[in-house]
């Protein structure tokens, strides 16, 4: 799978751009706030329909316009795509693929598999349950439709489910009805919990290898998934806990209060491990990814490399070099001379400067 260019219209500090990437490695280089992540942003929500950052469609419009436009074309088994999205601050965005308009996002998931690498990302170990989480609903949300599903209606019943607890203060007889919203919870919970435990298996199928390259075959990393509770106990904790959600007018049972537990030797390194232990492993989660998405799509995903190098050491730059041969990846740095240094293969560069983009090599 490959990207072969993007097309932006007032995208947030591109008021239009046409670039064409390599099938291998591209550079994107130039000072910091010039554009380099919006670019990778763009190539992320045409992937996911949402940005990698969180922000919501009205934030990454162009300040002075009401509308934005992504296209991008794609290449999968021989088979060209295009992606267009239309991106309005007052109504929900519309998107087409070949020029066809689709209705639901879940059409458009799986068509192009991103994985997205970050500075933040490396702290997704020491840093709370809600990181994590969302680690495992964004890949899983590309790789399973289902869960997309099962996760956005689970979503919207907690959210009902929580306005509810609320009303019923000023209302007590609300309280009748809350069986019902209990009941759709557990049902599209229930998938979510079993989901995360297959999605842990797998990833725990591949990261060890990994990990014990990285660390110089001195540490065995292990993923553990910690659900807030247990299929089997789901209805019975809902119950029990009703008491309890109606005082605090909250939702207090289920897969949103899930967490992953990384174990090396034996030692849980979210609260115990050095800094280097949880970068390795973050950087160890996200090659097992990679490898996930080969192994589930039976293609490569794209990677995308937001100044991640800057923050790994020679070492760990060097392995994830050396393992990303095969994929089409496009890096955004500050400067190229840690590319020069590590003398790997670089197919395309460009220099960004002001929204501008500049072909160099």
């Avoid at 306005?163 to 209302?171: A, G, M, T």
């Avoid at 079993?194 to 990994?210: A, H, P």
């Avoid at 970068?279 to 799509?297: D, G, N, P, Q, Y």
């Avoid at 496009?330 to 500049?358: A, H, M, P, S």
Wanted: with cysteine.
């Amino acid at each position: 799978m490959i990207i072969k260019s993007l097309e932006l219209a007032d995208f947030r500090n591109y008021e239009t751009l046409n670039i064409s990437f390599n099938e291998g490695t591209n550079i994107l280089y130039g000072d910091n706030a010039q554009g380099k992540t919006n670019i990778l942003e763009a190539i992320y929500v045409s992937s996911t329909t949402k940005s990698h950052k969180g922000s919501k469609d009205k934030e990454i419009i162009n300040f002075n316009k009401e509308e934005a436009h992504i296209r991008t074309y794609l290449e999968k088994e021989s088979v060209e795509y295009r992606v267009d999205m239309h991106l309005r601050k007052s109504k929900s965005k519309g998107i087409a693929i070949d020029g066809q308009k689709i209705k639901k996002a879940a059409q458009l998931l799986g068509l192009l598999n991103v994985v997205f690498f970050s500075p933040e990302d490396l702290s997704i170990i020491k840093n709370g349950p809600a990181e994590r989480r969302r680690f495992a609903d964004m890949e899983l949300c590309q790789l399973d439709s289902f869960y997309l599903y099962n996760l956005n209606h689970y979503n919207k019943i907690m959210a009902q489910r929580n306005k509810l607890l609320k009303d019923i203060y000023f209302n007590p007889g609300l309280r009748e009805t809350l069986n019902i919203w209990d009941s759709q919870l557990i049902s599209f919970g229930s998938k979510i919990i079993e989901r995360r435990e297959l999605f842990t298996k797998q990833l725990c199928e591949i990261i060890n290898d990994i990990h014990k390259k990285l660390s110089g075959e001195k540490e065995d990393l292990l993923i553990k998934y910690e659900p807030d509770v247990e299929m089997k106990d789901f209805e019975e904790k809902m119950k029990e806990n009703q008491e309890r959600d109606v005082h605090l007018k909250i939702t207090s049972t289920g897969p949103h209060r899930d967490d992953f537990s990384f174990i090396v030797n034996g030692i849980d390194i979210r609260k115990f491990g050095s800094q280097g232990q949880q970068r390795t492993a973050a950087l160890s989660l996200k090659l097992s990814e990679i490898e996930l998405v080969k192994k589930m799509t039976k293609d490569t995903p794209v990677l995308l490399l937001d100044d991640v190098l800057s923050e790994l050491d020679s070492n760990r730059q060097n392995y994830l070099l050396n393992n990303i041969g095969d994929i089409q990846t496009i890096i955004t740095c500050t400067g190229l001379d840690e590319f020069i240094n590590n003398r790997f293969k670089i197919n395309k560069i460009f220099k960004v400067t002001g929204g501008k983009v500049e072909i160099m090599s």
